[in-house]
């Protein structure tokens, strides 16, 4: 089993450019999260999706929409990225919400510039 | 204040040693708590998951205070490959709330 996989790795745009990070997992598990970790901060919840066809908003979701495009795949987008949402993106699933043991993708790094 | 609340560290101690943090929680209601381990530039990894009872994985042990709302891990024996930065997290009502971490760093 791969995990939980994210592409890109590392990703730079411009101001006012957009872009879809990728994850999938292939762990069969119902809820997936977008995480954002800046540096001396804690992760910070974007978006979570429960499970297959929901959605919903976490701690910091203004600048991101979020698809979950089947079990298996939850995308990330950044309709028009500004310097403040440079960071490190982590994507997550757990198996279901009797437990919340949660497994992590390697991150994307962003930089807006 | 914040939800869930870490010394940044850095703790520095020389191999061999034991450590430990706590972590407080503001959320009563928070019901699942876990140790996430951090190594540089990586994703978090779990570490261990915290019940109410502590529980012990090796030369780890982890306990739950709920009347004083904080976690704690304690490291013994520690191993240079113990440093990274550890994370706490905490989960209630759905919510899932990391610290921000404290580092921890172990010199020969």
């Known amino acids: 089993n791969a995990g939980v996989t994210q592409t890109p790795k590392f990703q730079v745009l411009k101001t006012g450019q957009s872009m879809t990070l990728q994850c999938a997992q292939d762990m069969n598990h119902n809820s997936m999260y977008w995480y954002r970790q800046d540096p001396g901060m804690g992760l910070r919840l974007i978006y979570y999706s429960a499970s297959e066809g929901t959605t919903d908003k976490g701690e910091v979701p203004n600048g991101y929409n979020v698809s979950r495009l089947n079990k298996r795949e939850f995308s990330l987008r950044l309709e028009s990225a500004a310097p403040s949402q440079t960071s490190v993106y982590f994507c997550?699933?757990?198996?279901?919400?009797?437990?919340?043991?949660?497994?992590f993708g390697p991150g994307t790094r962003l930089t807006v510039t | 204040r914040k939800e869930v609340e870490q010394d940044p560290g850095p703790f520095n101690v020389p191999e061999g040693a034991t450590v430990a943090f706590n972590c407080t929680y503001s959320n009563s209601a928070s019901q699942s708590f876990f140790w996430y381990r951090q190594d540089c530039r990586k994703e978090p990894k779990l570490l261990m998951s915290?019940?109410?009872s502590g529980n012990e994985d090796g030369r780890f042990t982890a306990q739950l205070n709920r009347a004083s709302q904080y976690i704690s891990l304690l490291i013994r024996d520690s191993k240079l490959s113990d440093s990274a930065t550890y994370l706490c997290?905490?989960?209630?009502?759905?919510?899932?709330?990391f610290g921000s971490g404290t580092r921890l760093s172990i010199r020969p």
């Open positions: 997290v905490a989960e209630g009502a759905s919510k899932i709330i």
């Open positions: 997550a699933s757990i198996r279901d919400r009797l437990s919340y043991e949660q497994y």
């Open positions: 915290v019940y109410s």
